[in-house]
């Protein structure tokens, strides 16, 4: 029976088999019995109960326990596989122990072992023949060491191991970046078919203390801590040893290390954390940088070994995994720990992209080779894992896995820094690639960077490259594949927003006009273009002139705009490429797809105010509702890519994915920018959480920031969990239960660019949920918090903005609703849900949740507008990101009645400063009442001074005076309008008593 079917039936009954008896026929409760001998068996089947389920696990344990010795003796004993599985099968037959062949290897799966179909050609002498005399020009012809730091992977641990004791023997001759026996798939053997006098690999097996080992100076079991020791072994190992000129040799050294440090993850979350472990990678390089010359460093990065939790198919795999990785042992920590994954190839990425020490030398460079980012667990023809690749433990690679790996690291060295395979490619044919004799070294960022071509090719860096516009023009016109996909695009977006804006159309006079085109002229202006007659297309009118600077050549400048940013570092330099390439082209130099940074001007004046008294600076308050600025000591921030600083100091359509957080509007702390932290810092220079610089939430630099670009309501609770964890684990907090922070949450506008699409999904209600449930675990998790909640804005607002390509195409495609009349209602329907929250029940002295509406009514500025945004039209730049935080602030220090609902764009409103009377950031509870009368409850620790007082009790006696005066005069006004109605009557009564006798006289 096969040993899918066998686990299919663990599921509804189990069984144990004797030998000696019929076998019982159970077609619909399959059992456990082996066909492996002509032995016949007897089932007894167990109900499926739990304490069946535990019962049989005890008893495999202690099956487990009875025949190790067995099989450990028999592998000592046994002179061939043949003879060892064959004992091993009769003891366990012998002794009535069911079979289990996930103890022992099938050594078939062995001979699929990968081979390369043939290694490289050999290249001219007059390319091998030419020394090195830089990294950026290294090829491997010129490497004459090699080494190699780690974990037990890059030891080998178990990598031809038959049977139990084999397991823990370290095949160090196999190891996939390091190892150099015969036949076997290594980096060593690869690199050795170019230069066979290479030194260093390792051979058979051992200890990193054998002779074997040579400069394989992994240790199994190790984790990141251990790399600067391994790292100094090394080098001391490499300086040593007499045949090696350290001066002139050049050296190829792998850094691979993690998986243990994930193994432990779940248990250990600060100790483990990506910072620390980063922190001891660069340790190992910079020992590396400072103590071997002429090095070329391979850096890999980690694997996520929650995937191995699928090969788990047998009681000796789940113990090993249970001792070694309990993080993968138990399925409730995967998520956990793969996010973990994440983090520390995220930042491992930025360490060395941020370091220009490993890239700027002549002598030394560090290369990130990707190819365990994205690797998902190899399959069989069934889909379940593959055990081929993995040996008994289910953990380590067998020579299967490690010639896969060492494959896919010799094929990521020979591919450009950016464009590198970032998953292992399992099954398929082996095939190496090979140095050219237009670019026959190894890759690194520097000699990556004008890499323009879909080929893997690119110049020697030796050589200058002539970089005018016309044969730049020529070289984009080449790309290929890549070129024809972005046109391709890109005339896609085109055709659906001129059929959008056609249907659309404008309304003049009862008549629908769309933004169409006259076919002919359409025709001609193209002519004309691809004829360089500029002088005909400035003659046409300034309509089709747009038309066909937008619709028809912006696929092709763009791909130009690319070739020329990936390969300048000056914005000067860039616009002058950028515009000369226009220019000799005949192509309408086209502004909105660049950004002038000096209209992104936000000028803010000095923040010059008055120092409160001291006892509001040195008294670190015990109410939130009796906070100011100097109290605050922490700073974070969730939401999505606004927060994230999206594009925020873009200047060309390349750097618009690039997130600058360090100008962030509400969380940001680059100098020289007016963001919440920088006022705050105003008061308190000790404050902490801002970002800082650029990268991802991942990254170092993010600090506190935990917005993600892209995030919508339902992803707050989530970002929230994280910065929670990241503010609790932060090892500089003194004191977390008696530090002030503030939190900042604004989310929504890609909820309300989704609406239109799924109006339940992003209905008002959903929306305020997701918020709640983010505030309900910041008032569990976070004490002392004060928290803006921002209202949403309304996105439909950003269609006025007027822009290129660009703008169309990320509306189109990023938000969708955003001209949609239900998104605008939506808006202020998420706003009214906001308004709705009980704040009442997040008050307390240790929380505060406040709404600041600043965005609720915000309407584009009159004049210039687009000033404000970025190049997508969409998100702040800097200029924006600068008035959202001075609105921010001036909420924050207004009371409740008092809040602006919308930004003054162009009134330039002055930051509001704390005052004596109003020291605090303003709550509901210190707000004023709605009536405006009276000002906020003073500090009952506050004594005021004489002249206070008198003043104080002057303003009652006057109060007292007027009132007691006003009050007499309605008295006495009273009293005179009685009496005089009692006079009217007393006079109509004598009246009417004089006209009475007057008729009787006369009767």
């Not at 076998?23 to 059992?31: I, L, M, R, W, Y």
């Not at 002794?95 to 390369?116: K, V």
């Not at 092709?556 to 515009?579: D, V």
């Not at 009273?974 to 006798?997: G, Q």
């Amino acid at each position: 029976m096969s040993r899918n079917s066998r686990r299919g039936g663990r599921a509804e009954s189990h069984a144990y088999c004797k030998r000696g008896a019929n076998k019982v026929s159970e077609p619909q409760t399959p059992s456990y019995c082996t066909k492996r001998r002509p032995v016949q068996y007897s089932c007894v089947y167990v109900s499926d109960q739990p304490v069946h389920l535990w019962i049989e696990a005890m008893t495999r344990l202690a099956f487990l326990i009875a025949f190790l010795a067995v099989v450990l003796l028999l592998c000592r004993t046994a002179r061939s596989d043949e003879l060892y599985l064959q004992q091993y099968e009769n003891a366990m037959v012998e002794s009535g122990i069911l079979y289990n062949e996930t103890l022992i290897f099938d050594i078939l799966s062995l001979e699929s072992e990968p081979q390369p179909t043939e290694y490289c050609p050999p290249l001219p002498d007059s390319v091998i023949k030419i020394p090195a005399t830089s990294v950026h020009a290294l090829s491997p012809y010129h490497i004459k060491v090699l080494g190699a730091v780690g974990d037990s992977v890059t030891a080998g641990f178990g990598a031809k191991a038959k049977c139990l004791l084999q397991a823990l023997t370290e095949y160090r001759g196999v190891s996939w970046s390091i190892g150099g026996d015969s036949g076997a798939m290594t980096l060593p053997n690869i690199v050795r078919s170019f230069n066979s006098n290479v030194k260093g690999f390792s051979v058979k097996t051992g200890k990193q203390t054998s002779v074997n080992a040579h400069f394989n100076r992994a240790v199994s079991g190790a984790v990141s801590d251990q790399i600067p020791g391994e790292v100094r072994e090394l080098v001391k190992m490499i300086k040593a040893d007499q045949s090696i000129n350290v001066e002139e040799d050049w050296k190829l050294i792998t850094l691979w290390i993690g998986g243990n440090d994930l193994c432990n993850y779940c248990k250990e979350k600060v100790k483990k954390s990506a910072e620390n472990y980063v922190k001891k990678i660069k340790e190992g390089l910079d020992i590396i940088r400072a103590e071997l010359p002429r090095t070329y460093v391979n850096v890999v990065e980690i694997l996520d070994v929650t995937k191995l939790g699928a090969l788990k198919t047998g009681l000796f795999c789940d113990l090993i995994h249970l001792a070694v990785c309990p993080c993968v042992a138990n399925s409730k920590y995967w998520s956990e720990t793969s996010q973990a994954s994440r983090d520390y190839n995220d930042l491992l990425e930025d360490m060395i992209e941020k370091t220009p020490e490993y890239h700027d030398s002549d002598q030394f460079a560090v290369v990130l080779q990707p190819f365990f980012k994205n690797t998902g667990l190899p399959s069989n023809a069934d889909g379940d894992g593959d055990r081929s690749y993995f040996g008994l433990d289910c953990f380590h690679f067998t020579v299967k896995g490690h010639a896969e790996i060492a494959s896919a690291l010799w094929n990521n060295m020979m591919e450009p820094v950016g464009n590198k395979d970032d998953k292992v490619d399992w099954g398929t044919e082996t095939k190496l690639k090979c140095p050219s004799i237009d670019f026959p070294y190894f890759y690194t960022d520097k000699n990556s960077k004008s890499f323009v071509s879909s080929n893997g090719e690119n110049p020697d860096p030796n050589t200058d490259t002539d970089t005018s516009p016309i044969n730049l023009l020529a070289v984009l016109l080449g790309t290929g594949l890549t070129v024809v996909v972005v046109v391709v695009a890109i005339a896609v977006v085109v055709v659906a927003m001129v059929y959008r804006r056609g249907r659309r159309g404008v309304r003049a006079g009862g008549v629908s006009v769309g933004v169409s085109m006259d076919t002919e002229k359409t025709r001609l202006i193209f002519q004309q273009i691809a004829a360089r007659d500029t002088g005909a297309v400035k003659s046409l009118s300034l309509r089709y002139q747009v038309f066909s600077k937008m619709r028809i050549i912006a696929p092709f400048f763009i791909s130009l705009l690319l070739g020329i940013c990936s390969a300048q570092t000056s914005e000067e330099i860039f616009l002058k490429k950028y515009e000369a390439a226009l220019n000799s082209t005949g192509i309408p130099y086209d502004e909105t797809l660049i950004s002038d940074l000096s209209s992104n001007e936000c000028i803010v004046p000095p923040l010059n105010c008055a120092k409160l008294p001291d006892h509001y600076i040195n008294t670190n308050p015990t109410s939130v509702h009796k906070l100011t600025p100097y109290n605050i000591r922490v700073m974070g921030a969730v939401g999505d890519s606004v927060t994230a600083g999206f594009g925020a100091l873009a200047t060309n359509i390349f750097q618009a994915l690039t997130e600058y957080r360090g100008v962030s509007w509400s969380i940001g702390g680059d100098d020289g920018y007016t963001t919440i932290p920088n006022i705050v810092k105003e008061f308190n220079p000790n404050v902490k959480g801002f970002s800082v610089g650029k990268g991802k939430a991942t990254s170092s630099n993010a600090h506190f920031n935990q917005a993600v670009s892209g995030a919508i309501a339902e992803d707050i609770p989530g970002q929230v969990r994280t910065l929670v964890d990241k503010i609790k684990n932060d090892i500089s907090m003194e004191s977390f239960n008696e530090d002030w922070k503030m939190i900042t949450i604004w989310i929504g506008g890609n909820d309300l660019c989704a609406y239109c699409n799924d109006k339940t999904k992003y209905s008002p209600s959903e929306y305020v949920k997701h918020i709640r449930e983010g505030l309900d675990i910041l008032k569990a998790e976070l004490p002392r918090t004060f928290v803006n909640l921002v209202q949403i804005l309304d996105v439909t607002e950003l269609e006025g903005l007027k822009g290129s390509l660009l703008c169309s195409a990320v509306k189109l495609f990023a938000c969708s609703c955003n001209n949609d009349a239900s998104t605008t209602k939506a808006s202020g329907f998420y706003n009214d849900e906001l308004e709705n929250i009980d704040f009442n029940s997040y008050n307390t002295d240790d929380f505060a949740v406040v709404l600041q509406p600043f965005m609720k009514n915000l309407k584009l500025p009159d004049k210039d507008p687009n000033s404000y945004f970025g190049l997508d039209c969409f998100h702040f730049n800097r200029k924006g990101h600068c008035e959202a935080a001075r609105a921010l602030w001036n909420n924050m220090m207004s009371f409740k009645m008092e809040k602006k609902d919308s930004i003054n764009w162009e009134e330039n409103p002055l930051l509001k400063c704390p005052t004596e009377e109003y020291p605090y950031f303003f709550t509901g509870e210190n707000s004023p009442p709605p009536s405006g009368f009276g000002a906020v409850n003073p500090d009952p620790n506050v004594t005021r001074n004489p002249s206070q007082t008198g003043s104080f009790l002057g303003i009652l006696l006057g109060s007292g005076l007027t009132t007691f005066t006003v009050a007499i005069a309605i008295v006495i006004g009273v009293v005179a309008a009685l009496a005089y109605s009692r006079h009217r009557r007393h006079r109509n009564s004598v009246s009417m008593s004089t006209d009475s006798d007057e008729k009787i006289r006369l009767v």
